[in-house]
């Protein structure tokens, strides 16, 4: 059964470091989108995208953060800077459409540590 | 602004006992409502949907009913079994987006 994948499942990284947290959604989607959950909170939208443009994001999506579709398959997230407020675990998922009731299919996650 | 609440966890029951986790909402509009689940070492899986007032999203067992009046979508199990401990999280999705909007998530752990 076809699933998204997420690379690395732990990271660890200093403050003020980049970091990008690499997915790879199911191969004929063409919706992607990052949500976050800080330890203990709920689950967060982050952002959409679609056709190599950002169709969604909410107010946490801020200038640090940066989506890119770099070739066929990959779809990251870049954090440019990071702050121990990033510290969560990032998940991403994938539809084949959107805007109904379709499904997003969610990948297992990587846990970012911020120190 | 859209919310979901659900219980708080972990939630500790013996096998083939009856499972309640409660969910209530706070959303514009009609929206979807959903019950994701995550395994260990997993991703969110979809367990069930329901699109508008009355339905009954199941699946595997676990049912939750979309009540509008209530604003609520209770995940029901009438039998757990220790393979369903997992955390499972409710949300919702208004219509025309594609954004869902989680709740924290409840821990369910089943034992023999």
């Known amino acids: 059964e076809p699933e998204v994948t997420q690379t690395p499942s732990h990271q660890v990284t200093q403050m003020g470091q980049e970091v990008i947290l690499r997915c790879v959604p199911i191969s004929n989607h063409l919706y992607f989108y990052w949500y976050r959950q800080i330890l203990g909170q709920k689950v967060e939208f982050l952002v959409s995208?679609?056709?190599?443009?950002?169709?969604?994001k909410s107010e946490i999506f801020d200038d640090q953060f940066s989506v890119e579709r770099p070739d066929g398959s990959n779809f990251t997230l870049k954090i440019r800077s990071t702050k121990l407020e990033d510290s969560a675990m990032y998940f991403c998922?994938?539809?084949?459409?959107?805007?109904?009731?379709?499904?997003?299919?969610f990948g297992p996650g990587t846990r970012l540590l911020v120190l | 602004g859209n919310s979901v609440t659900q219980m708080e966890g972990p939630v500790t029951l013996s096998e083939e006992a009856f499972l309640t986790i409660n969910c209530t909402y706070t959303?514009?509009?009609?929206?979807?409502l959903f019950w994701y689940v995550q395994y260990p070492g997993e991703g969110l899986q979809l367990l069930l949907k329901?699109?508008?007032?009355?339905d009954k999203g199941s699946n595997k067992g676990f049912e939750a009913t979309y009540r509008k009046e209530t604003t609520s979508f209770h995940l029901e199990k009438g039998s757990v079994q220790v393979s369903d401990s997992a955390v499972y999280f409710c949300?919702?999705?208004?219509?025309?987006?594609?954004?869902?909007?989680f709740g924290k998530g409840t821990m369910l752990l089943v034992s023999p």
């Open positions: 959303a514009t509009g009609y929206p979807s």
């Open positions: 998922a994938s539809s084949e459409r959107t805007g109904g009731l379709e499904t997003q299919y």
């Open positions: 949300a919702l999705r208004n219509s025309g987006y594609s954004t869902l909007t």
């Open positions: 995208f679609y056709n190599n443009e950002i169709s969604e």
């Open positions: 329901a699109t508008k007032a009355d």
